[in-house]
Every structure is written in structure tokens, then in C-alpha cells.
């Protein structure tokens, strides 16, 4: 991490200036959402990487890159710093949330607790310093199945099918469950899939005796692009899509039109 003074700002991007006087770029990109910055100001961030046109070197740095979540929990986490706890993956969608993996060498050190710190004391100038970037911390583990569960808490999951090879998961929980494994915007379920590696389907358990229909079952008649869209927002089965309330239907961004095609032909399948 370095420590640069903003010295001229513009549309696209901030120069800044380190202590020996070398000029730092920030794009816009690379500023996390919620940053304003006057001249004068202190900004922290790591260096992106350095561009050498026509032999003139151009170093640009960031804010929104993982590895600068990294950086700051190993100045922050002494067991980090000292290498006892690792940090094993991180996800980020910038000033909104992160989830970050971390694991102990050590048996009696709680990484998770460690990086926390006690009643959030050492998580919390990480979050000040990300604009109140929400931070989920958990325990990395080699078990694929118990990762994925891990990271998509605070749901909790009834059961997983893994296709291993195509590192693709099936996660089944009970429909309470389903709005909180895909978080505001589908973002909790986009961050567990960026920090597990695995792209992740979110399906409601279906009660015994209750009729169901996976909407994989209706890809003659609704286009499979618009399927998938339903998908990632936990919606895989007929009930599960004419049950949802609007405000999670939108989320799909579907015309009106291929929405209410959606929704007749499933409603046709239940009709007597």
C-alpha cells in the first residue's frame, strides 16, 4: 500500500504525488465508488501496474483492485503480517461487499476471529477505508462443498450437487433461505462464485408433495439465455419464478414482453 497526496484532479483520472515527488495515476475505474478526493487529500492504494510508453514511465495505481483488500488486512492483522494466518482468496465488487477467505497455521489462533478483531476493532478501519465496503470474513477450507457453503452465508444451505469437473454447484435451501444466498442484486451469490470458483445455481427445496418443475424442463419453449437470467437470481424452478415478487423479477432485466411469455407458459403447466 502507498500513500500518495492528490495533487491535480480531472475528469477520467487524479494525479497523485508519493513522498519522493514520483507521479501516480488513479483512473476513474479505479477509484471505489463513493470516493471524492479534493486536492490536498491523502489517498491510500496499491500500484496496478506500471506502463512504459515511448520510454516514459507511467505508474497507475488502485483502489478497487483485490489485492489492495489484501493489503490492508496484512497491515492490519498482525498473524497476517507474521504469515501464521493466510489469506486464501479474496471477491470484491468495490465500496459495496468482499469476501474474503483466510486459514491458520496455527490450530489455537480463529483466523476469522483474528482478522475481525475483538467487537470488530481491526475489520473495521478496512471498512472506513473501502467506504463501507461490507467484509465477509470465513474460514477457507479444501472441502469444496463446505466452502461454497461458507460463502454464501448467511444463508443457510439444505444441500449441494457438485460437477466438479465443470466446477459448476447445485445449492438446494429451504425457500427462506433462497433471498438471502442471492443478497441485494444478486450480489452475495456473485461474490461466492468469484472467491469459490464455482459458478453456483440456487434452487428452493421443494416440500414433499409439493408439484415442481426445474425450469431446465421448459427450454423448448423459453429461450435458454432467458432461463439462465432467472437462474442467477435463484429462480430455478416454475414455482419458485411465479411466486417471486416483482422487485426480484425485474432483477432478471427482461423485456416485459419475454417476462409475461415466461410467466404463461409456466402458469400453463400448472392449469388444469
Same mark, same amino acid.
Given at each position: 500500500?502507498?500513500?500518495?497526496?492528490?495533487?491535480?484532479?480531472?475528469?477520467?483520472?487524479m494525479l497523485l504525488l508519493d513522498e519522493e515527488q514520483h507521479e501516480?495515476?488513479?483512473? %476513474?475505474?479505479?477509484?471505489?465508488?463513493?470516493? !471524492?478526493?479534493?486536492? $490536498?487529500?491523502?489517498?491510500?492504494?496499491?500500484?496496478?501496474?506500471?506502463?512504459?510508453?515511448?520510454?516514459?514511465? %507511467?505508474?497507475?495505481?488502485?483502489?478497487?483492485?483485490?489485492?489492495?483488500?489484501?493489503?490492508? !488486512?496484512?497491515?492490519?492483522?498482525?498473524?497476517?503480517?507474521?504469515? @501464521?494466518?493466510?489469506?486464501?482468496?479474496?471477491?470484491?465488487?468495490? +465500496?459495496?461487499?468482499?469476501?474474503?477467505?483466510?486459514?491458520?497455521?496455527?490450530?489455537?489462533?480463529?483466523?476469522?476471529?483474528?482478522?475481525?478483531?475483538?467487537?470488530?476493532?481491526?475489520?473495521?478501519?478496512?471498512?472506513?477505508?473501502?467506504?463501507?465496503?461490507?467484509?465477509?470474513?470465513?474460514?477457507?477450507?479444501?472441502? #469444496?462443498?463446505?466452502?461454497?457453503?461458507?460463502? @454464501?452465508?448467511?444463508?443457510?444451505?439444505?444441500?449441494?450437487?457438485?460437477? *466438479?469437473?465443470?466446477?459448476?454447484? *447445485?445449492?438446494?435451501?429451504? #425457500?427462506?433461505?433462497?433471498?438471502?444466498?442471492? $443478497?441485494?442484486?444478486?450480489?452475495?451469490?456473485? @461474490?461466492?462464485?468469484?472467491?469459490?470458483?464455482?459458478?453456483?445455481?440456487?434452487?428452493?427445496?421443494?416440500?414433499? $408433495?409439493?408439484?415442481?418443475?426445474?425450469?431446465?424442463? !421448459?427450454?423448448?419453449?423459453?429461450?435458454?439465455?432467458?432461463?439462465?437470467? @432467472? %437462474?442467477?437470481? +435463484?429462480?430455478?424452478?416454475?414455482?419458485?419464478?411465479?411466486?417471486?415478487?416483482?422487485?426480484?423479477?425485474?432483477?432478471?432485466?427482461?423485456?416485459?414482453?419475454?417476462?409475461?411469455?415466461?410467466?404463461?407458459?409456466?402458469?400453463?403447466? !400448472?392449469?388444469?
Open positions: 500500500v502507498i500513500t500518495g497526496e492528490v495533487h491535480q484532479i480531472w475528469k477520467r483520472e501516480l495515476i488513479m483512473p %476513474k475505474e479505479e477509484q471505489i465508488p463513493g470516493d !471524492f478526493f479534493h486536492k $490536498g487529500d491523502m489517498v491510500r492504494a496499491i500500484v496496478k501496474r506500471v506502463d512504459n510508453p515511448n520510454n516514459n514511465p %507511467k505508474i497507475i495505481v488502485s483502489r478497487t483492485d483485490p489485492r489492495f483488500l489484501r493489503r490492508l !488486512f496484512e497491515q492490519e492483522v498482525p498473524e497476517i503480517h507474521d504469515g @501464521l494466518i493466510t489469506i486464501k482468496d479474496v471477491a470484491r465488487i468495490p +465500496g459495496e461487499r468482499a469476501k474474503i477467505a483466510v486459514e491458520s497455521y496455527d490450530d489455537r489462533i480463529d483466523p476469522v476471529g483474528a482478522c475481525v478483531g475483538i467487537k470488530g476493532s481491526r475489520i473495521h478501519g478496512i471498512v472506513r477505508e473501502l467506504r463501507n465496503e461490507n467484509i465477509d470474513v470465513i474460514s477457507f477450507t479444501a472441502n #469444496p462443498q463446505l466452502y461454497i457453503q461458507r460463502a @454464501l452465508s448467511p444463508a443457510k444451505i439444505s444441500s449441494i450437487r457438485l460437477n *466438479e469437473e465443470d466446477r459448476k454447484a *447445485e445449492v438446494f435451501l429451504h #425457500p427462506d433461505e433462497v433471498s438471502l444466498a442471492i $443478497g441485494k442484486g444478486g450480489m452475495n451469490i456473485r @461474490l461466492a462464485s468469484m472467491l469459490t470458483g464455482y459458478s453456483i445455481d440456487v434452487y428452493r427445496d421443494i416440500e414433499p $408433495g409439493e408439484e415442481d418443475i426445474y425450469l431446465d424442463e !421448459f427450454s423448448d419453449e423459453i429461450d435458454e439465455w432467458v432461463i439462465e437470467a @432467472l %437462474k442467477d437470481l +435463484g429462480l430455478g424452478t416454475a414455482k419458485a419464478v411465479l411466486n417471486a415478487p416483482q422487485h426480484v423479477l425485474d432483477q432478471a432485466d427482461l423485456e416485459d414482453s419475454t417476462l409475461q411469455h415466461v410467466l404463461d407458459v409456466l402458469r400453463a403447466e !400448472f392449469e388444469d
